[in-house]
């Protein structure tokens, strides 16, 4: 839960350490359960996980007991993964506008644009599977908002761009009203998408 952000629409009002947070010990019997169960892929996202002391510590062990682990990033914290790339299966950056001022607005810090694209560039580079994730909200669904992300996945050459839906979760809920969509913006943002769902656009709902 703990996050350097504030985004607007977090379905875990990120931000402040849980007192109560498992021990990496307990963590490690956490993940032995899972390998018994047959575990085959683990998902770490929002907060953003790296910012735990022992985050790398505890994807070792993971990996050691071969199970996959996806990450999903604000990319703010890149530089804590970055020597430990081959950790990680797939790594998905949070990107929610194409322009610089809206993102930033958007996550409640500014640079956080640039870091995000600084990190997809390095994954895409070294050849890390990647995608940008896109909070889809009402302030992003127009087809000139989702063209530009379109885009800008494009230039910068990503594996895919998947799209979730905005819910009122966590701090989403006092924000609902700005970012809720509604059944016309769910339509026309996803016959838009589905142009190019054969081009690595991925919307994980109907």
Not at 60 to 78: C, W
Request: proline share 2%; aromatic share 8%.
């Amino acid at each position: 839960k703990v996050c350097n952000l504030n985004c607007i629409h977090c379905y875990n009002a990120s931000g402040k350490r849980d007192k109560n947070e498992l021990s990496l010990q307990q963590c490690f019997k956490v993940v032995d359960k899972l390998k018994k169960a047959g575990v085959v892929a683990i998902n770490f996202g929002g907060g953003e996980c790296a910012l735990r002391p022992d985050f790398i510590p505890l994807c070792e062990y993971i990996k050691n007991k071969g199970i996959a682990i996806s990450y999903t990033t604000n990319g703010t914290t890149f530089k804590i993964i970055e020597k430990h790339l081959h950790l990680f299966h797939d790594i998905g950056v949070s990107i929610d506008f194409a322009n610089s001022e809206k993102h930033d607005w958007f996550r409640g810090r500014k640079g956080t644009f640039k870091q995000a694209v600084d990190a997809l560039k390095v994954l895409v580079k070294k050849g890390i599977n990647n995608e940008i994730v896109t909070c889809l909200t009402k302030l992003n669904c127009s087809k000139k908002e989702l063209q530009k992300l379109y885009r800008l996945a494009e230039k910068l050459g990503v594996d895919s761009w998947r799209l979730n839906r905005f819910r009122a979760n966590g701090r989403g809920i006092k924000n609902e009203k700005m970012l809720r969509l509604s059944k016309k913006d769910l339509k026309n943002a996803f016959t838009f998408l589905s142009k190019y769902t054969n081009n690595s656009v991925l919307t994980p709902e109907p």
